[in-house]
């Protein structure tokens, strides 16, 4: 057997890959684990021994501004920040989700302290001025689809399209400019109502789901869902909103798409867990309702 | 079959010194099973006619289980004291074999959790006097938290008079959870801003259930951090505190090497 050349880039670049190979081996788990620890008995006890305390949304907000309250950190209108962790595992086991960047609509509105622009393509004058007082930038027919053929207007401007259904058909002139961006009902900028669709991308939360790159079936969501001085409640909905369009991306396969959800604040490191399973509901056939329409047929029949 | 173990040895010398002392051999009964299938089937033969020869390639096998490297299962057995981590008086609970074996059978700590004994300790909570803690985590997490020293950060412009809620919300921060009404201040109230206090320690008392124990903390204003702040030599903020701090557990003390 010939002996490896040991001066060849591709010797090097194997024993560099067997080295990075070792070491990814050694890679600690991003994913979230903590079922085989103890249950809490007392009151007072270590937290890392045990498993992580799983806070009612409202108590988790009471935590952080305690932290940030006057006396102590005096920062009231700090962000609430939300950690997302999901399993992006796909419909087969070597396939997984793709990245993807969204932005959920929420009921209870704060300053993102983003700029986003809107540009709004509708038939009609009345859909038009609902667009622009909602808050985009420009909104117009077909003549705007000319002024942008002709190059007055420029689409690298706007960092969002929305569109009416009834002006598609113009529409599709610029799909070649737009290409990614181009309005469909399934990002949601493909709508009847132009003024909820702007409105939702103002005020919404935008998030991106991203993958590890070694640790393919991991991704994390980071995004921010109001300030610490939001009602509580508020807050709340607001995080519920989120996690029903995290959820509106799961894949068609058993098992969790969101495995953790933690609640933090800076300056504070602390993370709180919180539950989200409380604010999605399942559609399951439920044998209570069952049940209950047997009962219904059998009053009837008597 | 019985097998015996011995110590395999390369050089004469100490083959002499097996041979003198019988000690260093090993003679116990290792009750281990190999289970192994065959690669290729042997030949089936009809009743009452002779087995059919085996050739070489029959006594190629596979091994399927080896008994001694598995996992074994976890015995019960019934405590007759308090162990710390695991339970009270009487308590059933289910253990490693081996850890079984050396830490609670063989001190007296517990006994086999056979059906004669779990009649004979049925009652054993009841006629046993002895100091219980409130669970057997407790005693666990008072030895952990004694020894700890802890940042209370406070803030430095806004006026303030510490109250409990600011030490459990610094133990949670350390991963501590310490519900607020566990923790008893000192008497004296500590207000501030007040810079002539940062760094410098008191400790708060904090009941576990039934236990007491104190911790030390140090308070912190919004100044540069001091990394291992737990190892410099403190100073009370109350004069009356000071000779119960300077009792409280030793903070840890680097390790050099005697030559």
Redesign the interface.
């Given at each position: 057997m010939a002996k490896p050349d040991f001066t060849t880039l591709a010797f090097s670049k194997m024993v560099r890959n067997h080295i990075s190979y070792r070491l990814l081996l050694k890679r600690e788990q991003r994913k979230f684990d903590d079922s085989w620890k103890r249950d809490p008995i007392d009151n007072v006890y270590v937290a890392k021994y045990y498993k992580w305390v799983v806070y009612p949304f409202s108590e988790a907000v009471e935590c952080h501004r305690e932290t940030h309250h006057p006396e102590v950190y005096n920062k009231p209108n700090a962000n609430l920040r939300v950690s997302i962790e999901l399993n992006m595992q796909g419909e087969k086991k070597t396939r997984y989700v793709d990245n993807f960047s969204r932005i959920a609509a929420i009921p209870h509105k704060f300053d993102n302290g983003e700029d986003r622009t809107i540009i709004a393509f509708s038939k009609s004058a009345e859909c038009q001025k609902e667009a622009s007082e909602a808050g985009a930038q420009l909104s117009g027919g077909v003549e705007l689809i000319k002024q942008i053929q002709n190059g007055q207007v420029s689409l690298q401007d706007f960092q969002f399209i929305v569109a009416h259904p009834e002006i598609l058909p113009e529409l599709v002139t610029l799909r070649g400019l737009m290409k990614r961006r181009f309005p469909n009902p399934r990002a949601g900028t493909l709508d009847a109502n132009l003024g909820q669709v702007v409105e939702r991308f103002i005020n919404g939360v935008n998030y991106s789901a991203i993958k590890d790159e070694h640790e393919k079936d991991f991704g994390i969501i980071e995004t921010f869902i109001g300030t610490l001085n939001m009602d509580a409640s508020q807050l709340e909905e607001n995080f519920a909103a989120l996690i029903r369009d995290v959820y509106s991306m799961k894949p068609k396969r058993e098992g969790h798409f969101i495995s953790r959800c933690l609640l933090w604040s800076p300056p504070s490191q602390e993370k709180l867990k919180v539950d989200h399973n409380l604010y999605l509901s399942f559609i399951e056939p439920n044998n209570e309702m069952i049940e209950e329409d047997e009962e219904v047929a059998e009053k009837i029949t008597l | 079959m019985w097998k015996s173990l011995g110590i395999i040895l390369t050089s004469p010398i100490k083959s002499q010194y097996t041979l003198l002392s019988a000690e260093n051999l090993l003679q116990q009964q290792l009750r281990t099973t190999y289970v192994l299938k065959r690669r290729s089937p042997a030949q089936l033969h009809k009743k009452g006619n002779a087995p059919k020869t085996l050739r070489s390639r029959h006594y190629v096998y596979d091994l399927v289980q080896q008994t001694h490297v598995e996992r074994q299962p976890d015995i019960d057995v019934i405590l007759n004291t308090f162990v710390e981590g695991l339970g009270n008086v009487g308590d059933r609970v289910s253990v490693r074999p081996q850890f079984a074996y050396n830490e609670l059978l063989l001190p007296g700590l517990a006994v086999y959790a056979s059906p004669e004994n779990i009649e004979k300790y049925k009652d054993y909570n009841s006629t046993i006097e002895e100091k219980r803690y409130?669970?057997?985590?407790?005693l666990?997490?008072v030895k952990?938290?004694s020894r700890i020293m802890i940042s209370v950060?406070?803030?430095k412009?806004?006026?303030?008079t510490l109250k409990p809620?600011?030490v459990?919300?610094s133990f949670?921060?350390s991963?501590?959870?310490?519900?607020e009404d566990?923790i008893t201040l000192p008497e004296v109230p500590i207000t501030g801003p007040d810079l002539s206090i940062e760094n410098k320690e008191f400790f708060v008392t904090?009941?576990?259930?039934n236990l007491i124990h104190h911790w030390s903390t140090s308070v912190t204003d919004r100044l540069p951090y001091t990394p291992f702040f737990w190892r410099e030599p403190g100073e009370a903020i109350i004069p009356d505190q000071a000779p119960i701090l300077a009792t409280l557990p030793e903070k840890p003390i680097k390790i050099k090497n005697i030559q």
């Open positions: - | 409130s669970s057997p985590n407790a666990l997490t952990t938290m950060v406070m803030n412009e806004m006026p303030w809620w600011h459990k919300i949670r921060k991963g501590y959870i310490v519900p566990t904090v009941t576990v259930f």
